[in-house]
T-cell receptor
Framework: DTGVSQDPRHKITKRGQNVTFRCDPI?????LYWYRQTLGQGPEFLTY????????KSRLLSDRFSAERPKGSFSTLEIQRTEQGDSAMYLC?????????????????FGPGTRLTVL | GQQLNQSPQSMFIQEGEDVSMNCTSS?????WLWYKQDPGEGPVLLIA?????ELTSNGRLTAQFGITRKDSFLNISASIPSDVGIYFC??????????FGAGTILRVKS
């Protein structure tokens, strides 16, 4: 399977704990995105990378959230001091962009998501 | 910020019926995408539209990119039980982030 993969698929944690999620994009894709989805809503953009550079962060991404893509391949999303409001599905997507920032058609393919439950 | 209005919010289908849903925006997008999401899974890309006025088909699915660039519709012909799920429209903003609608839930009539 050469699609986007995410690990773990489910995570249950206690409030105040730190959690880290991993995303492996489609191998030739240079852009990687993180979205968050709560029940009954569409996904909301959090941040994206072009290769290893983090190019944009949403206001939704508080100081407790950090994302990295150190070698321009897989990415991690860490949430520190989790709160109950962090409970959501965290989705990763990747795309192959041929243009510069803002350029190209940028069709994004999603992974299966990580469902986070904060107790 | 950008908002997409997706309608209907939900609908019931009977096998064999045609289904139509649409998405409108207050702002212009240069790319429209339609995704389907099953419970507990990520969105799966159905159709991508890159040009105003474009009409694209993928099997029983047909989608159009509105000429004003502020709307799009998706049609499903001759629906089957596996069409059940949540359908999302998404517009691509400059800067590459997708803005999603709230989804249309497709259910089967019992």
């Amino acid at each position: 399977d050469t699609g986007v993969s995410q690990d773990p698929r489910h995570k249950i944690t206690k409030r105040g704990q730190n959690v880290t999620f991993r995303c492996d994009p489609i191998s030739e894709h240079n852009r990687l995105y993180w979205y968050r989805q709560t029940l009954g809503q569409g996904p909301e953009f959090l941040t994206y990378f072009q290769n290893e550079a983090q190019l944009e962060k949403s206001r939704l991404l508080s100081d407790r959230f950090s994302a990295e893509r150190p070698k321009g391949s897989f990415s991690t999303l860490e949430i520190q001091r989790t709160e109950q409001g962090d409970s959501a599905m965290y989705l990763c997507a990747s795309s192959l962009a041929l243009g510069g920032r803002g350029g190209g058609t940028d069709t994004q393919y999603f992974g299966p998501g990580t469902r986070l439950t904060v107790l | 910020g950008q908002q997409l209005n997706q309608s209907p919010q939900s609908m019931f289908i009977q096998e064999g019926e045609d289904v139509s849903m649409n998405c409108t925006s207050s702002s212009i997008f240069n790319t429209w995408l339609w995704y389907k999401q099953d419970p507990g899974e990520g969105p799966v890309l159905l159709i991508a539209l890159y040009k105003a006025g474009e009409l694209t088909s993928n099997g029983r699915l047909t989608a159009q990119f509105g000429i004003t660039r502020k709307d799009s519709f998706l049609n499903i012909s001759a629906s089957i039980p596996s069409d059940v799920g949540i359908y999302f429209c998404a517009g691509l903003e400059y800067g590459n982030k997708l803005v999603f609608g709230a989804g249309t839930i497709l259910r089967v009539k019992s």
